[in-house]
């Protein structure tokens, strides 16, 4: 089973940026399905960024242009750059990841949010 740290997270004021990362152990992660969602509180969580198996990404219109996700199969880490920061993406911030699915001759990916494997979760906390 894939067990996931995430070292990063913090406080920033708004219009910063911070970088998180998420190590994988005990399984290969360049072959999962991988991301991030995040949790603020009193809110539903909110997937926000993806790669499939294939390497493409998904990233959530809420960060398009703020955030990216970026991976480095070598480290078995998965990062998120997070810039101009607001005081809306104050949460708590989840790696996830999962095996790929098979349904008709292809493999294909769960949302975020399903995945079978997540990180203890790192704040990330934007003030004003």
């Known amino acids: 089973q894939v067990q996931l740290v995430e070292p990063g997270g913090g406080s920033v004021q708004v219009g910063g940026s911070l970088r998180l990362s998420c190590e994988a152990s005990?399984?290969?992660?360049?072959?999962?399905?991988r991301g991030w969602f995040r949790q603020a509180p009193g809110k539903e969580r909110e997937g926000v960024a993806t790669?499939?198996?294939?390497?493409?990404?998904s990233v959530a219109d809420s960060v398009k242009g703020r955030f990216t996700i970026s991976k480095d199969n070598a480290k078995n880490t998965l990062y998120l750059q997070m810039n101009r920061l607001k005081p809306e993406d104050t949460a708590m911030y989840y790696c996830?990841?999962?095996?790929?699915?098979?349904?008709?001759?292809?493999?294909?990916?769960?949302?975020?949010?399903?995945?079978?494997?997540r990180g203890q979760g790192t704040q990330v906390t934007v003030s004003s």
């Open positions: 996830a990841a999962d095996t790929p699915r098979y349904r008709k001759g292809d493999f294909y990916c769960v949302g975020v949010l399903d995945f079978g494997s």
């Open positions: 005990g399984y290969p992660f360049s072959s999962s399905c």
């Open positions: 790669f499939d198996r294939g390497g493409n990404t």
